[in-house]
């Protein structure tokens, strides 16, 4: 397939600008597109900068056409080598590309291509005369008429090497060619004898015409008002006993809202409906399904579901675990496993995020910080113009160390001594609140500022 790189700097040009003519071409391509969306055009421009600069792309053009709609450079780097419609490397005069997918493959492209690189050699290189160059490409949409080949912007179909070769022949000699099918074959109909579609009823309107008008007259005859018998009946039940419906393809559609527990505590009601209370508390058979019990069927009052439907602890003596009140707070276990720093930053970000949930969502990150905190002290300038290097601290990268600094924090000492408040107060103006407890700053801060022994 081909080679997506850019030319090698000994054929690149030093700059590449648009002609005038260009230049004002591309500025109404552009004014297609709303404001912020200028790179939209991206496409358009670098394919004209390819024609302007005979037929391939350069490092220049790619960096010009950027500029011009103030994209970054990969950016129009990655939609050029995506493209094989952008030829990347200096071109034939005649530039060939060969399609070399399944259809084309499958009907003779191969042999195409190995002609090819009998008489021009390699793909991606400009024969020695400079009229032709070939490549091999994807899918170029004309499966139907394959194998094809697409040269500069014509397509040339049904080919065989012989015909390519003729092709060639006369595009270098100057001759007139042909466009399209080389086998007299019109768009895309069947190869060989033409067997469809040759009853003209089919496509000139009067077969369709008069099974519509049948439709149309068969409508208005049948009036819901005059169905009688059979078709009455099955409207009516289906009145009385409609069939669950299909989807709605997606369609938003008001519906009932479910009668769950969820939403009949949200209305005030009892979260379990008086009849499954009762259901629950049946005796010797399943609630699953009707019937005299089958012998040796557990009795349902001695199910968890049934003692607690009547307030009884759902667990037997044996084993037996207290139900929590549903109200109350549920109990913290005695050991998670977790360090102090970790367990300090959970109980941190429950509370940041609880103080946090009450503020506009478009508050800033002082006015969130001086929500759940107190900013510490900082200094105008680093002590001696000399700030301590806080990247040390694990957690603290280059960015955070800005930031620290432009709050005045420039040494570790300072850090040292961020009280609890502090503490809360930089984790969310920084937005990781629990962090600096879980990375242990300031016990870090705390070993670094000690005195050398």
Not at 283 to 308: E, M
Not at 409 to 426: G, N
């Amino acid at each position: 397939m081909a080679n997506r790189r850019l030319a090698p700097a000994s054929e690149q040009p030093e700059s590449f600008a648009f002609s005038p003519e260009n230049a004002e071409w591309a500025k109404t391509q552009i004014a297609k597109y709303p404001e912020g969306r200028q790179a939209s055009a991206v496409i358009s421009l670098l394919w004209r900068a390819q024609e302007q600069n005979g037929g391939w792309l350069p490092r220049a053009a790619i960096e010009a056409v950027a500029a011009e709609l103030g994209m970054p450079n990969i950016r129009v780097l990655e939609v050029a080598t995506f493209y094989t419609m952008f030829a990347l490397e200096p071109v034939g005069r005649f530039w060939i590309q060969v399609c070399g997918t399944v259809p084309c493959d499958s009907c003779g492209a191969r042999g195409l291509k190995e002609m090819l690189q009998a008489r021009l050699g390699p793909a991606g290189h400009v024969s020695a005369d400079g009229t032709f160059s070939w490549l091999e490409v994807e899918c170029l949409g004309a499966c139907c008429n394959a194998p094809m080949v697409q040269i500069n912007q014509d397509y040339y179909e049904d080919l065989t090497p012989e015909s390519l070769g003729q092709l060639m022949d006369d595009l270098a000699a100057g001759r007139p060619v042909k466009v399209g099918s080389q086998t007299g074959r019109v768009s895309s109909e069947p190869q060989d004898a033409v067997n469809t579609l040759t009853d003209p009823t089919l496509f000139d309107g009067s077969r369709v015409g008069a099974w519509r008008k049948r439709f149309e007259e068969a409508g208005k005859a049948e009036e819901p008002a005059a169905q009688t018998g059979e078709a009455a009946s099955s409207t009516q039940q289906a009145a009385e006993n409609p069939k669950p419906a299909r989807p709605d393809a997606g369609r938003p559609v008001e519906r009932p809202v479910s009668d769950a527990p969820a939403q009949r505590a949200a209305n005030g009601e009892s979260p379990v409906k008086p009849e499954d209370r009762a259901d629950a508390a049946e005796r010797g058979r399943s609630t699953a399904k009707h019937g005299a019990a089958r012998p040796g069927d557990a009795d349902v009052l001695d199910t968890p579901a049934k003692r607690v439907a009547e307030g009884e602890p759902a667990a037997g003596e044996q084993g037996h675990q207290a139900v929590p009140n549903r109200d109350a707070v549920p109990q913290q276990p005695e050991a998670s496993g977790a360090s102090e720093g970790e367990v300090a930053a959970e109980t941190e970000e429950a509370r940041i995020a609880g103080a946090l949930a009450a503020l506009p969502k478009d508050a800033s990150p002082e006015q969130k910080a001086d929500a759940v905190g107190k900013r510490p002290p900082g200094l105008e300038a680093a002590r001696a113009g000399k700030p301590d290097e806080l990247t040390r601290i694990k957690g603290i990268g280059p960015g955070n160390s800005q930031r620290l600094n432009g709050l005045g924090i420039y040494h570790f000492d300072q850090i040292a001594a961020w009280s609890r408040d502090e503490i809360a107060w930089v984790g969310t103006y920084l937005a990781f609140p629990g962090r600096i407890d879980r990375e242990n700053w300031v016990g870090q801060a705390k070993a670094l500022s000690a005195p050398a022994q």
